[in-house]
């Protein structure tokens, strides 16, 4: 059981550039989400997920895509990166069945964008 | 909207002694769920306690034990016989119950832990 999983670990962008973050769990969870972390703001919804098919916006979502095709996999999509996406980024999953609908974490990602 | 806010950005505790982290939020819901994440240099996220609302007793978690005091909206977080790995920031969050609820997180607060 791995949990949530999160590639890549690090990465470096240039302005412009696409890219894709990775985020997977075995848990069968049906509630997953992205966060970013920047310095003294805490962690700030991006997207996040009730299950297969269906997502919603979160705090700051503009300049962030998201799918959920199957109950494993919700990856974020940055379509034209920009400096301000500069962060940590972190993938989290829930189950309903957990009596305190207790989020587990992945290990995040660090993005650069220059 | 819920609001969670943790005033104090920095603090520091010797080791061995107790210190206590605060934590106040906003919310119109009567029925929630309460979090004190840690997170180390590793920058991975760790549950340290929860709590429930509609349960008056605090919750303990080995050295680590909460005040919540609902109708004041206030969770502090008390650390006892404080350890040199206790050192990490720590999120105070709140979620309310419900199938499309959100985890909201204070600012953070850095903790020291003095040798």
């Known amino acids: 059981n791995a949990g949530v999983t999160q590639t890549p670990k690090f990465q470096v962008l240039k302005t412009g550039q696409s890219m894709t973050l990775q985020c997977a769990q075995d848990m069968n969870h049906e509630y997953m989400s992205w966060y970013r972390q920047d310095p003294g703001m805490g962690l700030r919804l991006i997207h996040y997920?009730?299950?297969?098919?269906?997502?919603d916006q979160g705090e700051v979502p503009n300049g962030y895509n998201v799918s959920r095709s199957t109950t494993e996999d919700f990856p974020l999509r940055l379509l034209s990166a920009a400096p301000s996406q500069t962060s940590v980024y972190f993938c989290?999953?829930?189950?309903?069945?957990?009596?305190?609908?207790?989020?587990?974490f992945g290990p995040g990602t660090r993005l650069t964008v220059t | 909207a819920q609001t969670v806010t943790q005033s104090q950005p920095e603090m520091s505790v010797q080791e061995a002694e107790t210190v206590t982290l605060s934590c106040t939020y906003d919310t119109s819901e009567s029925d929630y769920y309460l979090f004190w994440y840690k997170q180390p240099p590793s920058r991975q996220m760790i549950l340290v306690i929860r709590?429930?609302?509609?349960?008056?007793q605090n919750a303990t978690e080995n050295r680590f034990s909460v005040n919540f005091q609902k109708a004041a909206k206030s969770f502090s977080l008390k650390i006892s016989d404080s350890q040199l790995g206790d050192a990490a920031m720590y999120f105070c969050?709140?979620?309310?119950?419900?199938?499309?609820?959100?985890?909201?997180f204070g600012k953070g607060i850095t903790l020291s832990v003095r040798p």
């Open positions: 989290a999953s829930s189950s309903w069945t957990s009596p305190s609908y207790e989020q587990y």
């Open positions: 969050a709140y979620r309310a119950t419900g199938a499309n609820s959100k985890l909201t």
């Open positions: 997920s009730v299950g297969a098919g269906i997502t």
């Open positions: 709590q429930e609302a509609y349960k008056q």
